[in-house]
């Protein structure tokens, strides 16, 4: 039981960290000093174990809300790539609060 809500608590914090990535994007654009932070995280060719410890952290925090703006605006671009990031975003909050649901409803038949 400690093992599952420590891997809760993780995914949460990294969820977590998605939803802020993803919300700075959607109101300041990538042209801003977080986003710079966060760009640095990545590395191409990572040489040893923290660089490869330092993708991992990237892709689990920031990665997929950072990948998927940039992807989103080189395509589409201005006010239209902005409305279709918030679609996504909006997207995912609802397929995760779908995949909750069905979590706690598996915890609470376990438990009971």
Same mark, same amino acid.
């Given at each position: 039981?400690?093992?599952?809500a420590s ?5 949460s914090i ?10 700075m994007f959607?109101?300041?654009?990538r042209?801003n000093?977080?986003? =710079?932070?966060?760009?640095k995280?990545y590395?191409?060719?990572? /040489?040893?174990?923290?660089? /490869? ?6 892709i689990?925090?920031?990665?997929v809300a950072?990948r998927?703006?940039? /992807?989103v605006m080189? /395509?589409?671009?201005?006010?239209k790539?902005?409305? =279709?990031?918030?679609?996504l975003?909006f ?11 069905i979590?706690?409803?598996?915890e609470? =038949?376990?438990?009971?």
């Amino acid at each position: 039981m400690i093992l599952y809500a420590s891997v809760m608590f993780l995914l949460s914090i990294c969820l977590t960290f998605q939803y802020v990535t993803a919300f700075m994007f959607l109101m300041f654009g990538r042209n801003n000093p977080y986003a =710079r932070f966060v760009e640095k995280f990545y590395e191409h060719q990572p /040489k040893d174990w923290y660089d /490869k410890f330092m993708n991992f952290f990237y892709i689990m925090n920031y990665g997929v809300a950072h990948r998927g703006y940039v /992807k989103v605006m080189e /395509k589409h671009g201005g006010i239209k790539g902005k409305l =279709r990031y918030a679609g996504l975003v909006f997207i995912a909050t609802v397929i995760l609060a779908i995949i909750g649901n069905i979590i706690n409803a598996i915890e609470v =038949r376990l438990t009971s």
